[in-house]
């Protein structure tokens, strides 16, 4: 089992920026990919970035490609989404997920674990 708690979310305004990280707990000794997506009022949850076990692989979806970055800490069991030129369409619960081995899903049914979310608000 894997635990993730997510943080860093808030209101911001528009043009700004947020960090938000994930922290993982329990079977933290084996490899796992990290993904981040998110869900806005009535709308399904989409993909917004992905990361391999050693990082040298990142994933983004379209929305967020060259604004957001996606990072981990493997010492630290975390992994982080950078968010910057923040627009009120990225207001929306996001998600951290994991995936136990060397594959990087960018789907959400491929992930095995799941945060309960961190809300993040741009207004305009």
């Known amino acids: 089992q894997v635990q993730l708690v997510e943080s860093g979310g808030g209101l911001v305004q528009a043009g700004g920026s947020l960090r938000l990280s994930c922290a993982a707990s329990?079977?933290?000794?084996?490899?796992?990919?990290m993904g981040w997506f998110r869900q806005a009022p009535g709308k399904e949850r989409d993909f917004v970035a992905a990361i391999s076990w050693s990082g040298s692989s990142t994933y983004y979806a379209a929305s967020g490609k060259g604004r957001f970055t996606i990072s981990r800490d493997n010492a630290k069991s975390t992994a982080y989404l950078q968010m910057n030129s923040l627009k009120p369409e990225d207001t929306a619960v996001y998600y951290c997920?994991?995936?136990?081995?060397?594959?990087?899903?960018?789907?959400?049914?491929?992930?095995?674990?799941w945060g309960q979310g961190t809300q993040v608000t741009v207004a305009s």
């Open positions: 997920a994991a995936k136990i081995g060397y594959q990087v899903p960018r789907t959400r049914d491929e992930y095995d674990y």
């Open positions: 329990g079977r933290t000794s084996s490899s796992y990919a």
